[in-house]
């Protein structure tokens, strides 16, 4: 069964590291009509920031391109987050997710970022075609509080 | 973001507060390294207390720093870690890489 969303937006900006704080931010704020606790609000916050610095670091190395944000909510407390972009792409997506593996060494990157998603979030899904860009998404239910059950 | 430094007894401090990411990250490492290079304290600590957000760039700009360290044979600590700071630390076994203290003050270590 597919669900349909209840809510959506959608948020592109350019890829200046700048932007890493406005693209968790804007997710976040839009995640908060879930009602989410302060945990559930940073483990999103954190997912985002690591797939935002992917698109600045690697996706869009030595440029400058767009990154496209779409968030979608769910009856079921659910939010989906798709982050795109539409750089270099990576030629080997299992391998560039595998812990501590990282092309970045000189800009000291830890190569945790998709280990960090995929523990922080429910879900996470990468797919990515040389030459055309990357994208990712992640999915995370927001628990309904217990003052909410009771009304 | 904004980066204290206190120097005493050959050892340095480092008091970190706003967000790391990977763009504040980079003012970090400048700063700290600069003065870190020119002192080439003992121990350098970094002090996360008034750190409220990080993602893993800060795992890289610690592991960076271990590495500025050794080459004087210099050691780093990190301390006061909230909880959310401390699920990405041990996600990336930064233990294995430097002490983890629960405060400054903090000789013994907790590994």
């Not at chain 1, 595998?98 to 899904?125: N, Y």
């Not at chain 2, 990977?22 to 207390?49: C, N, W, Y």
């Not at chain 2, 795992?59 to 699920?87: D, F, T, Y």
Request: proline share 2%; net charge neutral; hydrophobic share 40%.
């Amino acid at each position: 069964m597919i669900m349909k969303p209840t809510n959506e937006m959608t948020v592109s900006f350019l890829s200046c590291s700048a932007n890493e704080s406005f693209g968790r931010a804007a997710v976040a704020a839009f995640a908060a009509q879930l009602d989410p606790t302060i945990d559930e609000l940073s483990d999103i916050k954190t997912a985002v920031s690591e797939a935002v610095t992917n698109c600045i670091v690697h996706a869009y190395r030595d440029t400058i391109g767009v990154i496209y944000i779409t968030c979608k909510l769910y009856e079921n407390g659910q939010i989906s987050i798709r982050i795109r972009d539409k750089g270099c792409g990576i030629e080997d997506v299992e391998k560039a997710m595998q812990p501590l593996f990282t092309t970045s060494d000189s800009e000291e990157r830890a190569g945790l970022g998709f280990a960090v998603m995929e523990s922080f979030m429910d879900t996470l899904r990468v797919t990515s075609k040389p030459g055309k860009g990357t994208s990712v998404t992640m999915h995370k239910t927001i628990k309904r509080r217990q003052a909410e059950k009771n009304t | 973001m904004s980066v204290r430094l206190l120097l005493k007894d050959g050892e340095m401090t480092a008091i970190l507060s706003g967000e790391i990411d990977h763009h504040s990250a980079r003012e970090i490492r400048g700063e700290v390294d600069e003065a870190a290079s020119k002192v080439k304290p003992k121990r350098l600590t970094l002090d996360f207390s008034g750190v409220q957000f990080m993602d893993s760039s800060g795992i890289g700009l610690v592991m960076g720093r271990c590495k500025l360290m050794q080459m004087w044979g210099g050691s780093v600590r990190i301390a006061n870690l909230n909880p959310k700071i401390e699920k990405i630390v041990s996600l990336a076994g930064l233990n294995q890489l430097c002490t983890i203290v629960k405060d400054v003050n903090d000789h013994e270590a907790y590994e």
